[in-house]
């Protein structure tokens, strides 16, 4: 059951993916080590945490780009957890993955998947042996989630060729030929299961952590991107729903028009939407994708929110984003119609809403009552308008942060500023030593309801654990912290202590 979490009180919360947290199998994952965490933030009064996509990353480990809207990552797989509860037998090899893990700050995706195929190996063994009840639940289950069997199917077809996109298979696995699918499907049949099976016990796993989260009174904040990746289970899938031929060839790309940044704006190179078709299908898959990410999650951040009104679309051939053009959505239809799938009174989605946004976007948040976000690293640029300065921040509902996943760290973004800006920064603000940590000052201090800082910024650290750098694709989404989770405590507590002393009310 999906509840309303309006900001209503003052919250604070943290931003860190599970993959950067230690004392999992390799990088972080849904075992204990993540209830140990959850209950650090109770402790320590930090209500909110929020989290990249949960989805399957690309090849450059970007969660961003993925197969699929509705998998888990495989990485995710907590090995003391299915060996405490004999779904797998002990292994070597998994032992010394996890004391190499617990040695690096950073992750090797190759490591990570190749844990994770093991651990499909070591499920897939002691299937036979499990209990009737067991076999029974895993059964209930992808009865209830149909969409397991195709992301297995697209799973399996792209490792049997070579990680090829869809596009690039066989004619009757592209176009999903039923009769030769059924066949393979049979001939498979075990390695489906591995990945089907993969799934169940990331559900499980994962679900058994929201419920100590909820028991701990910490609301767990999803992210989701607004497009999907070309290469996708869902694009492959429902051709129709999206700008793309059968053979895979786009007809309109996504994107966003030149700016300040880039003199040929940005392409993405995902495919834009169908939209008439999506209205025929009175958005089913639009509540399909969120009706499951809300089983995992209490709140969305939805990426990319001003699309929801109006998309830049640029034709599937063209090299840059110079020639798109704006084209509107449904996005008023489409949140109405979510409203009434997840029967709320007010959707809990955060709006991203960062860069140049038109009055029209805007008035599509604010009708849904939705949050926006204010990001402090962009506020001071000498202009007294700017809509992040602190003490422009009027409307309380929204969500203040130092910086995102996105961003450098508040050290790294502070010493490359001009020493003008710092000057002014100093004086108007009282700057002293530590700029993380006077900036967090700032942001719990302000109107907004939920104020969320980076873990690399409570800790004070520089560019060398930044998550992520847009416009790059390599040595990104790698960072982990690599210490025991106890040596975290100081900073949470501080962190707590800032925020309960300027509210004495927590949560949504």
């Given at each position: 059951?999906?509840?309303?979490?309006?900001?209503?009180?003052?919250?604070?919360?943290?931003?860190?993916?599970?993959?950067?947290?230690?004392?999992?199998?390799?990088?972080?994952?849904?075992?204990?080590?993540?209830?140990?965490?959850?209950?650090?933030?109770?402790?320590?009064?930090?209500?909110?945490?929020?989290?990249?996509?949960?989805?399957?990353?690309?090849?450059?480990?970007?969660?961003?780009?993925?197969?699929?809207?509705?998998?888990?990552?495989?990485?995710?797989?907590?090995?003391?957890?299915?060996?405490?509860?004999?779904?797998?037998?002990?292994?070597?090899?998994?032992?010394?993955?996890?004391?190499?893990?617990?040695?690096?700050?950073?992750?090797?995706f190759k490591i990570a998947d190749d844990l994770a195929r093991l651990l499909?190996?070591?499920?897939?063994?002691?299937?036979?042996?499990?209990?009737?009840?067991?076999?029974?639940?895993?059964?209930?289950?992808?009865?209830?989630?149909?969409?397991?069997?195709?992301?297995?199917?697209?799973?399996?077809?792209?490792?049997?060729?070579?990680?090829?996109?869809?596009?690039?298979?066989?004619?009757?696995?592209?176009?999903?030929?039923?009769?030769?699918?059924?066949?393979?499907?049979?001939?498979?049949?075990?390695?489906?299961?591995?990945?089907?099976?993969?799934?169940?016990?990331?559900?499980?796993?994962?679900?058994?952590?929201?419920?100590?989260?909820?028991?701990?009174?910490?609301?767990?904040?999803?992210?989701?991107?607004?497009?999907?990746?070309?290469?996708?289970?869902?694009?492959?899938?429902?051709?129709?729903?999206?700008?793309?031929?059968?053979?895979?060839?786009?007809?309109?790309?996504?994107?966003v028009p030149p700016d300040y940044f880039s003199s040929t704006g940005q392409?993405?190179?995902?495919?834009?939407?169908?939209?008439?078709?999506?209205?025929?299908?009175?958005?089913?898959?639009?509540?399909?994708?969120?009706?499951?990410?809300?089983?995992?999650?209490?709140?969305l951040r939805l990426d990319h929110f001003r699309a929801l009104e109006s998309?830049?679309?640029?034709?599937?051939?063209?090299?840059?984003?110079?020639?798109?053009?704006?084209?509107?959505?449904?996005?008023?239809?489409?949140?109405?119609?979510?409203?009434?799938?997840?029967?709320?009174?007010?959707?809990?989605?955060?709006?991203?809403?960062?860069?140049?946004?038109?009055?029209?976007?805007?008035?599509?948040?604010?009708?849904?009552?939705?949050?926006?976000?204010?990001?402090?690293?962009?506020?001071?640029?000498?202009?007294?308008?700017?809509?992040?300065?602190?003490?422009?921040?009027?409307?309380?509902?929204?969500?203040?942060?130092?910086?995102?996943?996105?961003?450098?760290?508040?050290?790294?973004?502070?010493?490359?500023?001009?020493?003008?800006?710092?000057?002014?920064?100093?004086?108007?603000?009282?700057?002293?030593?530590?700029?993380?940590?006077?900036?967090?000052?700032?942001?719990?201090?302000?109107?907004?309801?939920?104020?969320?800082?980076?873990?690399?910024?409570?800790?004070?650290?520089?560019?060398?654990?930044?998550?992520?750098?847009?416009?790059?694709?390599?040595?990104?989404?790698?960072?982990?912290?690599?210490?025991?989770?106890?040596?975290?405590?100081?900073?949470?507590?501080?962190?707590?202590?800032?925020?309960?002393?300027?509210?004495?009310?927590?949560?949504?």
């Amino acid at each position: 059951m999906i509840k309303n979490y309006n900001l209503n009180k003052k919250s604070l919360g943290i931003l860190v993916h599970p993959t950067s947290l230690p004392e999992g199998s390799y990088c972080g994952t849904f075992g204990d080590s993540l209830k140990n965490w959850i209950n650090l933030l109770s402790v320590n009064k930090i209500y909110i945490w929020q989290f990249l996509p949960l989805n399957p990353t690309d090849s450059s480990g970007s969660p961003y780009s993925s197969p699929s809207s509705f998998a888990i990552n495989p990485w995710f797989l907590d090995a003391n957890e299915l060996k405490k509860n004999d779904f797998i037998d002990d292994s070597e090899i998994l032992e010394r993955i996890r004391i190499e893990g617990l040695e690096t700050d950073s992750i090797n995706f190759k490591i990570a998947d190749d844990l994770a195929r093991l651990l499909g190996e070591l499920i897939l063994k002691k299937w036979e042996v499990l209990p009737a009840e067991v076999k029974k639940e895993f059964f209930t289950w992808l009865e209830d989630n149909k969409w397991v069997n195709d992301y297995s199917l697209f799973s399996l077809l792209k490792e049997q060729f070579n990680l090829l996109p869809w596009w690039d298979w066989p004619k009757e696995f592209r176009s999903k030929d039923k009769i030769k699918l059924d066949l393979w499907s049979e001939e498979n049949f075990s390695k489906l299961l591995e990945k089907k099976l993969i799934q169940w016990h990331l559900n499980r796993q994962w679900l058994e952590v929201k419920d100590f989260a909820i028991m701990r009174g910490v609301k767990l904040v999803g992210d989701i991107p607004f497009y999907v990746s070309r290469d996708s289970v869902d694009v492959w899938s429902n051709k129709s729903l999206f700008s793309i031929t059968e053979k895979g060839e786009l007809l309109f790309q996504s994107g966003v028009p030149p700016d300040y940044f880039s003199s040929t704006g940005q392409l993405w190179g995902t495919p834009v939407y169908e939209w008439n078709e999506h209205i025929k299908t009175q958005f089913t898959w639009w509540k399909e994708r969120f009706n499951r990410q809300f089983q995992l999650v209490d709140i969305l951040r939805l990426d990319h929110f001003r699309a929801l009104e109006s998309y830049w679309r640029v034709d599937g051939k063209a090299k840059n984003a110079i020639d798109g053009e704006w084209v509107k959505s449904p996005g008023i239809e489409i949140l109405k119609s979510l409203k009434k799938s997840l029967n709320v009174e007010t959707l809990p989605i955060i709006a991203e809403d960062l860069g140049v946004i038109t009055e029209d976007v805007n008035t599509l948040r604010d009708s849904f009552n939705l949050p926006g976000m204010k990001i402090l690293q962009f506020a001071f640029d000498s202009n007294e308008k700017n809509p992040y300065l602190p003490q422009n921040i009027e409307n309380s509902n929204c969500v203040v942060y130092t910086g995102t996943h996105d961003n450098s760290t508040t050290l790294s973004w502070w010493n490359n500023l001009d020493e003008i800006i710092k000057k002014k920064i100093i004086t108007q603000y009282k700057f002293s030593e530590n700029p993380s940590w006077n900036l967090i000052k700032i942001g719990i201090k302000t109107d907004a309801k939920l104020f969320v800082a980076p873990l690399q910024d409570i800790l004070s650290l520089d560019d060398k654990s930044r998550l992520n750098k847009p416009g790059t694709v390599s040595n990104n989404w790698k960072w982990k912290y690599n210490k025991a989770l106890i040596e975290l405590e100081p900073f949470l507590e501080n962190y707590g202590f800032l925020g309960e002393s300027h509210s004495r009310n927590n949560i949504f």
